[in-house]
């Protein structure tokens, strides 16, 4: 009180006073002298003082009596101005604390009986108050006398008075407690032992209490006395008190010094003992009245509920419970169970305002109602208070929803039907009063089946500002306008939840905070040293426990109730805002009982604001399950059912869309209003915020969204997220432009939800996963069986899930892409689509994130990245294979560089592909491969190269696109040339992980498996590509077979130096011939069917027409290539140990193509043969260069054929071709050249060459269309081989094999020509040209001669079988070969392009032959074999076929040759035989030569009609030259030659000399020529044999006797025909041919008789001359004779008989003849 201490306040104060007294002296001078005594005194006496001490004010203080007496004195005076001046002194004392004890009792005296007398009431107050408030003098009596003071004046007539005394009272009892809270801080510090209570036995002091403390007890008492209606201990004089007074005082001093009542045990006690049952007891009438039922039945009239008083004790009893709860924990529970009933439907609608407004006051202060659960409801047998609250809150509003107007007050909200009409009816009333007709604002309100209640705006958010708790001046009850308690009862449920879930989400973060802190401490072990740690520990964990315990249950209690009430009220708002406070609510709850881990509360909220947001009645299953396990707990809120309102359908709700429902049979459309969009955002708000509490609730949330979403129609979009689309069928979705301008906000917030998945703990994430892979589930078994557009929902949201969690794929990666997996095998096509479309994208955003560690450090998840990838092959959908190859694809564009362990898996989904899969599918794979192949080869892990060539290899099998076929083995060409170039570094690393695998193999105590084992691993590599290679070497298509076969030889020729000598082994055994053996196979069975066209419109080349013609290519091919690999690597074959046994499979090969019947094969073969036998044999001693080869240098000389392509390249290997030569020609002589086995090997090919010869020359057994006859090259080619092959055998070449020879050459030219083939073959008929073939063949018979002209004797006894075969041969010339019964035709006669068989023209051969037999014969005439063998005798037996068939031969130069022929050969055999004569070596030949000669010059053929005379001269002289043969070379050795033989020569030139003519006179003859050279030679001839002079021997004689005989008979026959033709002529002149004959006879015998005459006649016969005589008289028959040449002829023939006209002789004469 510095203020009123310092020197300057004391000095005013003592002027003031004084003044004071002057002036009350002054007053009273004349009324009241006494008064004016004691002023004038009282100022002396404060001088006095004033100058006495140097405390001037604790003076006054003490003699304050004395000084305040004259103002006493003045108040009694009654006079008013002096009373006023009085108490202005008194007050300004008062207020510089200069009142004693004493003083004030005075005072206060004085007051009393100015009140007694109505004085100057205000100023009484206002004293009263400044003598309480200044200090604390007054107490006990006189304090209770001056409240009592201030009581009485409150009820006094005046107003002011009145109410300015009713202040003074509340401020006098603040101030008396007031005192109470300064006296406890002044004695805070000294703790006394508090004294047990007794009773209130004395309830006029409380011994222990201290002053002012007592002074309070006894002022709280009274009031509570007074308010009951009882008298007071304490304030004595209390003449009246009104209740509502004495509630307002409680109310106060209760809640404005709480700490009074809670310190003090004395006052605890008044709480529980006085207060409690008091207001009990009051709130009975309330308790009992029923609205509408009669209050007789109790006499007193208070009994009705007096809203004055209720609303008062409503008042102190949210005080006590706000307050004491902690000291009235009972009383507490009967107070909120009595305003849990205020609220009933049968109270006064003021009673449940106050009521719920009470509550109100409750629900924002959380910490009490945690108190309330921890006190009731947690207890076994008390009421559950915090329970019934909430319920009744709930039970409450819906009955503001059952208008009590229908009379049906207890109806519940499920009973519609009757309800409605009335319903309606007083919703239209209430409309209009409210003004809600015409274009009046729409009020926000809450409408449900038909009541429409307004929402007030009653309060600010979180407090609790009542309006009727604070109507302390009405006395009436008040109208509560419509919709207040609503809006009161929905303020208090978002209070409520706002507050509970504040307050336990701020303990429970606390909670784990601290938690989090002590964790460290929790990981000791338990028998740790610092038990203290774990102590305290253990004590959180228990408190938190505890904590744990009252959330869970005040959670448990509420939830029901809150979200019964919430759910109604979401249904029944109208308005914006109170739908977003509602939801927020419920989102809240939902959320702090996810956090609490209460599934069933969690799930029930969610349910709610899921139902919320789907339009009413929406089917959908998870959410009426779960409603209806709600639904079937119903609960009971005193005897009222409260039960879980489904939505009504009737909401008055701006409709923003319309929509497909998402079901299996959409039965119409549905409807979304704003409200559902709402709650939609909401639950969007939900799980973003809230995610990592959902749980198995993630079921419900996305259940509903994917439903939303469908029913907007929004659509999944790269990456997953949704973007409004158009529903793709039935009446499309149609939005509002409010909706439309959300859905992108919508959209987004969709995204963001997943993208929050980020944030959620494992467990959270996968309860998401789980959630989303069900609905999935879901939407596939709706799509199932209709391809209906599916819901994606799910799909795209896994995708999008997926890809904001790549940081820890790992967790989520398995159930994510197992059920993706399944999605992407459904049957509705959208749907697999999208499985797809996320998988691979899931996939590719894998690869592509960087990871920690990164993805080259870490393998595993690499391959289980990539692993979905590879399980996409089991799909067998195209589309879905499509999007795995697009996938595979851009990784490998993107990431191929780092694939590494993966490789095998990606290269997995390339070869997965079959050919069935359509060609689009192999394109995209195969672009793949080709990527792979041009780009990623050196990046991949050698061990992969092998899949590659696999999977090149299955593309190039695929049949649906030839040209990939073509490309991929291209790219097999491609990759071995890859092989070739890195061909260390490949063979490094494979070696080092065959090592690795090998160490493993050898740990499990199994046996490596790989194919091609023994070989080192880069060759296996090598074996592989050649494998399948081999594999498409017999491709159904010919293209195919074609590029393989090629890319394979090429390969193995340009490559295969590079393979380890072992190795060929493999290639030869496994490779090249396990081929051979598939293509024989193949082309041995192929179809002869004609393939029409080649696919699209190609044509066919007639040589390709059928799959057979198209193998044969194959065949051909395959061993071309197999025979020029033999030819030029033999020099690495050679040394393998088993070369003659694969040359024995090789010859096969060669043998059964040549003899399959089609001509290219077999054609073919032979050159294979060919080839294989032009094999230059390794370098021989003799030829040994002088220094092995250096490394690189190719080596020409010793591979013959091999080209130069092949061995140029420079091999880095260290076995390279030039090492391996150097070793061939190192010291020791090379293991090949052993000469036996080389002999083996020809001889090997000798008779492969004759079993191809033999059967293929050999004639079919049967003819017809069909039959396969081989073609002329090919013969061509097989007896071209004999040559070069026979180089090598002719050592061991034997007669056997001699005569197997000779078979197959007459076989082979004996084949007929097909007429198609003749043009080509023949040119012309009539051209004497040798076709190949038969070149061949005279080539190979020449080949054998001149080696047997070189060879031993042993060799020339084949050369009789050589001559045998020659002349067979010419026999040809007359009659052509039969090929079996095979029916040949002249080619005049053939028409080309019928299948006929054409004989060739053997002429030209024959006669070549000929001249090559008579050559021959010219160098071997003399050879003894040729003597023995009777080889003339068969020359001159086989030209006597074309010499006796002289016209009739096919061709005129036959007969000529074969008569030059003739003489040639006699003219050398002839001696020969006459050599021989003796040994009778020719015996044989001469009867043959004489029929010989005899057939041609008197040949029964006649020459053609068109025969010049020219030409008849030509053959004329031939004849002549036989006959001079006979004359030069027979006749004069006549001795040597046998008899038989002479006579039939001589017979022959008696028949030629003279030339008959036949008898017969037709035409035809008429103009035959007469062989007159010829007679005359054959004459002459005869006649010098007849008289040769110089005989030798008798056998000479015996030729000219027998010649002369002949001679003679012969004219003499000729001479009688004349005659006899002449006379039967008559005049007709003779044919000139026989006057011709005639002519000559005659000339003949006139030769004749002159030579007889020249000789001697010792020479000549009397028998001859005999003869010759009697031609006269014949001679002399012919003068009749017409013809003047016959005369002249006859003439000299006559003239030399003249000297035979000799006498007769005597015997004559004498008659003695």
């Known amino acids: 009180m510095s203020g009123t201490s310092s020197p300057e306040a004391v000095k005013k104060l003592l002027e003031n006073m004084q003044g004071d007294l002057r002036g009350l002296s002054l007053e009273c001078r004349k009324k009241f002298p006494p008064v004016k005594e004691a002023a004038e005194s009282g100022i002396i006496k404060v001088k006095t003082i004033a100058a006495r001490n140097t405390d001037i004010l604790a003076a006054l203080k003490e003699n304050s009596s004395e000084v305040v007496q004259p103002f006493l004195m003045g108040c009694g005076t009654k006079e008013p101005k002096i009373t006023q001046l009085c108490l202005a002194a008194i007050q300004r004392l008062m207020s510089h ?63 002011i008075t009145n109410n300015t005394a009713a202040a003074t009272v509340r401020q006098v009892v603040t101030v008396v407690f007031e005192r109470v809270v300064a006296e406890d801080e002044r004695y805070k510090d000294t703790i006394d032992q508090p004294v047990a209570v007794q009773g209130n036995s004395n309830r006029r002091s409380v011994s222990t209490l201290k002053p002012c403390a007592k002074d309070a007890y006894m002022l709280f008492q009274d009031l509570c006395q007074l308010v009951n209606a009882d008298a007071p201990y304490w304030l004595v004089g209390m003449t009246e008190m009104t209740r509502t007074f004495g509630l307002e005082l409680l109310e106060s001093v209760l809640n404005d010094f709480p700490q009074v009542f809670l310190q003090h045990q004395e006052f605890s006690f008044l709480l529980k003992e006085r207060v409690c049952p008091l207001v009990i007891k009051l709130f009975s009438p309330n308790i009992k009245f029923r609205q509408g039922s009669s209050t007789s039945s109790s006499p007193a009239p208070v009994e009705k509920p007096y809203f004055p008083i209720c609303m008062r004790l409503l008042r102190v009893v949210s005080v006590l419970i706000k307050q004491f709860y902690s000291l009235l924990v009972t009383e507490c529970e009967i107070f909120l169970s009595l305003l849990v009933k205020f609220l009933d439907a049968d109270k006064p609608q003021w009673l449940r305002a106050v009521a719920v407004e009470s509550i109100h006051r409750l629900c924002v202060q959380p910490q009490l109602l945690r108190s309330f659960c921890q006190s009731y409801d947690m207890k076994q047998h008390s009421t559950k208070v915090f329970r019934d609250i909430v319920n009744a809150l709930g039970s409450f509003i819906q009955s503001l929803f059952l208008v009590p107007s229908t009379g049906n007050a207890s109806a519940t909200p499920n009973q519609t039907g009757s309800n409605a009409s009335g319903n309606t009816g007083s919703a239209q009333t209430n409309q209009g009063v409210l003004g809600m007709g015409g274009g009046a604002t729409v009020l926000p309100a809450f409408e449900y089946r038909g009541t429409w209640i307004p929402i007030l705006n009653v309060t600010v958010q979180g407090s609790a500002k009542a309006t009727y708790l604070e109507m302390l001046d009405k006395v009436e009850p008040p109208t509560i306008p419509e919709g207040y308690a609503m809006s009161v009862a929905f303020h208090c449920l978002l209070d409520l939840v706002r507050g509970i879930t504040t307050m336990i989400e701020g303990e429970l973060g606390e909670a784990e905070t601290v938690s989090q802190t002590t964790t460290d401490t929790t990981s000791l072990p338990a028998q740790s040293s610092e038990q203290q740690d774990l102590q305290s520990v253990s004590d959180q964990s228990e408190k938190e426990l505890v904590s ?21 009220l979401l249904d029944a708002s109208t308005d914006e805002a109170a739908t977003e406070n509602i939801l927020k609510a419920e989102l809240t709850m939902a959320a702090l009982c996810g956090r609490l881990g209460l599934v069933t509360s969690r799930d029930a909220f969610i349910t709610a604001i899921c139902k919320g947001s789907l339009p009413p009645h929406y089917a959908l299953t998870v959410l009426n399950s779960t409603t209806a396990a709600l639904s079937s707990k119903s609960y009971s809120i005193q005897g009222q059912n409260v039960q879980m309102i489904s939505p009504s359908s009737e909401s008055h709700q701006q409709v923003v869309a319309v929509g497909q429902p998402l079901a299996l049979q959409p039965q119409g459309t549905v409807m979304l209003t704003s409200k559902n969009i709402q709650c939609m955002r909401t639950l969007l708000n939900l799980a973003h915020c809230h995610g990592a509490v959902l749980g198995t609730s993630w079921q419900l949330v996305l259940a509903t969204l994917q439903h939303l979403v469908w029913i907007l129609g929004l659509k999944p979009g790269v990456g997953g997220a949704l973007k409004p689309g158009r529903a793709v069928e039935g009446p499309s979705t149609v939005l509002t432009t409010a909706v439309m301008t959300d859905l992108p906000v919508i959209s987004n917030i969709l995204s963001r939800l997943f993208e929050s998945s980020q944030y959620l ?21 709706m799509a199932y069986g209709n391809n209906k557009e599916p819901s994606l929902f799910a799909v795209a949201k896994l995708l999008e899930t997926g890809l904001v969690n790549m940081h820890r794929i790992e967790i989520l990666w398995r159930p994510l892409t197992g059920h993706l997996l399944e999605v992407c095998q459904h049957p509705n096509s959208r749907m697999r689509e999208w499985g797809a479309e996320a998988l691979t994208s899931l996939i590719k955003a894998g690869l592509t994130f960087s990871h920690d560690p990164p993805l080259s450090q870490n393998q595993r998840l690499q391959l289980l990245l990539l692993n979905p990838l590879k399980e996409l092959s089991n799909i067998s959908h195209p589309d879905i294979r499509i999007k795995q190859l697009e996938c595979v694809l851009q990784i490998l564009q993107s990431q191929g560089d780092s694939l590494g362990p993966g490789w095998p898996l990606v290269l997995g989904v390339m070869g997965a592909i079959r050919s069935d899969q359509g060609e689009s599918l192999i394109r995209t794979a195969f672009q793949c491969l080709q990527l792979v192949v041009t780009d990623f080869l050196p990046t991949m892990p050698c061990t992969c190269l092998q899949i590659v060539v696999e999977v090149a290899g299955s593309f190039g099998l695929h049949n649906q696109e030839l040209n990939i076929s073509l490309t991929s083995i291209g790219l097999l060409w491609n990759i071995s040339d890859y092989f070739f170039q890195r061909g260390e570094i490949i063979e490094k690393e494979l070696n080092k992980e065959e090592a690795v695998l090998q160490k493993q193999a050898e740990e499990k105590g199994v046996m490596l498996n790989r194919p091609f084992h023994p070989a080192p691993p880069f060759d296996c590599l090598w074996l592989c590509l050649y494998a399948k290679l081999g594999e498409l070497c017999v491709d159904p298509r010919p293209a195919v077979r074609k590029s393989a076969g090629q890319t394979l030889f090429s390969t193995i020729g340009a490559h295969g130096t590079l393979l380890q000598h072992s190795t060929w082994h493999t290639v030869i055994w496994k490779v090249l011939f396990h081929l ?22 190609i044509l066919i080349h007639h040589s390709r027409d059928t799959a057979e013609k198209q193998w044969a290519e194959t065949w051909v091919l395959t061993l071309a290539g197999v025979a020029r690999i033999f030819n030029t690597r033999r020099y690495l074959l050679q040394p393998l140990g088993d070369f003659s046994q694969a040359w024995d499979v090789l010859l096969d090969h060669i043998q059964s193509a040549a003899l399959s019947k089609n001509n290219e094969v077999s054609l073919a073969a032979l050159k294979s043969f060919q080839e294989i036998l032009q094999i230059v044999s390794p370098v021989r001693e003799s030829e040994k260069p002088d220094t092995p080869p250096a490394i690189n240098v190719s080596v020409p000389v010793v591979v013959g054929t091999t080209t130069a392509t092949s061995l140029g390249r420079s091999f880095m290997r260290t076995d390279s071709i030039g090492e391996r030569l150097g070793r061939y020609n190192g010291s020791e002589p090379p293991v090949i050249t052993d000469e036996i086995e080389d002999l083996n090997l020809w001889w090997a090919a000798w008779n492969s060459w004759y079993r191809i010869g033999s059967e293929s020359t050999r004639p079919p057994i049967t003819c017809d269309k069909l039959t396969f006859i081989p073609s002329q090259p090919f013969l061509t080619a097989l007896i071209q081989i004999f040559p070069a092959l026979y180089q090598h055998i002719k050592t061991g070449f034997s007669m056997d094999d001699l005569q197997k020879l000779g078979v197959i050459l007459h076989g082979a030219v004996s084949v007929p020509i097909s007429s198609d083939a003749s043009p080509f073959i023949l040119p012309s008929y009539t051209e004497a040209v040798l076709t190949s073939l038969q070149e061949a063949v005279l080539t190979a018979l020449d080949v054998l001669q001149k080696a047997i002209c070189v060879g031993s004797e042993s060799m020339q006894i084949m050369y009789p079988a050589i001559f045998d075969q020659l002349l067979a041969f010419v026999e040809f010339s007359c009659k052509p070969p039969q090929y079996g019964q095979l029916e040949t035709k002249h080619i005049a006669n053939a028409k080309y392009n019928q299948a006929e068989w054409v004989a060739l023209n053997y002429v030209p051969f024959a006669e070549r032959s000929l001249e090559v037999v008579v050559d021959l014969y010219q160098k071997t005439a003399c050879h003894k074999a040729v003597v023995t063998e009777k080889v003339l005798q068969n020359i001159i037996k086989t030209l006597r076929i074309p010499l006796s068939l002289k016209y009739s031969c096919p061709s005129e130069s036959t007969w000529k040759l074969a008569v030059s022929s003739l003489l040639k050969v006699l003219s050398i055999g002839l001696p020969v035989a006459r050599q021989h004569a003796s040994s009778g070596k020719f015996d044989s030949m001469w009867p043959e030569l004489a029929n010989t000669f005899e057939d041609f010059l008197f040949t029964k053929s006649t020459p053609p009609d068109n025969l010049s005379i020219q030409e008849f001269q030509k053959n004329e002289s031939i004849d002549v030259e036989v006959v001079q043969l006979i004359s030069t070379e027979i006749l004069p050795y006549a001795n040597f030659i046998p008899k038989e033989f002479v006579g039939q020569i001589m017979t022959m030139l008696n028949k030629g000399s003279i030339h008959s003519q036949s008898s017969s006179f037709t035409e035809a003859e008429i103009d035959i020529r007469m062989r007159e050279e010829f007679s005359k030679v054959c004459f002459e001839t005869l006649l010098q044999f007849s008289f040769s002079n110089k005989v030798t021997s008798p056998q000479e004689g015996y030729i000219s006797r027998m010649a002369l005989s002949v001679l003679l008979k012969r004219s003499q026959d000729v001479l009688h025909r004349y005659i006899e033709d002449e006379r039967l002529s008559g005049k007709c002149p003779l044919p000139r041919q026989q006057v011709t004959e005639i002519i000559f006879v005659l000339k003949a015998v006139s030769t004749l008789i002159d030579s007889l005459k020249k000789t001697q006649p010792e020479n000549v016969d009397a028998n001859t001359w005999a003869q010759v005589i009697a031609l006269y008289p014949t001679l002399v028959e012919c003068i009749t004779c017409s013809s003047s040449e016959v005369c002249s002829a006859l003439k000299e023939a006559l003239v030399p008989f003249k000297d035979f006209m000799h006498p007769p002789a005597s015997k004559v004469q004498n008659g003695e003849s």
């Open 97 to 159: 604390e200069v009142v004693s004890e004493a003083a004030a009792g005075n005072i206060i005296n004085m007051l009393w009986q100015l009140m007694e007398n109505s004085l100057e009431e205000l100023k009484l107050l206002q004293t009263v108050l400044v003598l309480l408030t200044t200090n604390t003098v007054v107490h006990d009596e006189a304090l209770s006398k001056a409240i009592v003071l201030c009581f009485r004046l409150h009820f006094t007539k005046d107003n």
């Open 548 to 568: 744990r315990a009252v959330w869970e249950e005040m959670v448990n209690a509420c939830w029901c109730g809150l979200l019964a009430a919430l759910s109604l």
């Open 761 to 781: 703990d494992d467990v959270s994430l996968h309860h998401l996963i789980n959630a989303l892979c069900s609905l999935s589930l879901e939407a596939m078994d």
């Open 1076 to 1097: 051979l053996d598939r293509v024989r196979e193949s082309s041995t069975t192929a179809d002869k069917e004609k393939i029409e066209s080649g696919g699209g419109n």
